[in-house]
């Protein structure tokens, strides 16, 4: 009589692979995206805007941890001026921090992470 119900190839139909070497992977793949994570996470991105005129430092959490402005870019007469090259900045540096959170994190090739 036929064999009926279960997977073909046996243990699951993971072209022979044993489900506890499956679990293993995936912890030691969740333990290695944890590790870059947190290297990640205390590395430093800089970015300028206006020829230098500001600077800004953010933490790979995205925590902004410096502004600087030089004193001759301050304008009373213009400050929308001011604040579209901190905008500038600011966002350039979140930039940073997403392109090497997708490099670093992109290694791992999991569907739908990134």
Do not use: Y
């Amino acid at each position: 009589m036929a064999k009926r119900g279960g997977f073909p190839g046996g243990m699951g139909g993971f072209g022979g692979m044993n489900i506890n070497n499956l679990m293993k992977e995936a912890k030691k793949m969740q333990a290695e995206m944890q590790k870059s994570q947190e290297e990640l996470a205390t590395k430093e991105f800089d970015s300028t805007a206006g020829g230098g005129a500001i600077s800004v430092k953010v933490t790979g959490e995205k925590v902004i941890k410096e502004i600087k402005i030089k004193p001759d870019v301050v304008d009373p007469d213009d400050v929308e001026m001011l604040e579209d090259l901190i905008l500038t900045c600011v966002n350039e540096a979140l930039r940073k921090v997403d392109s090497a959170q997708s490099q670093e994190l992109g290694k791992f090739n999991i569907p739908g992470l990134m």
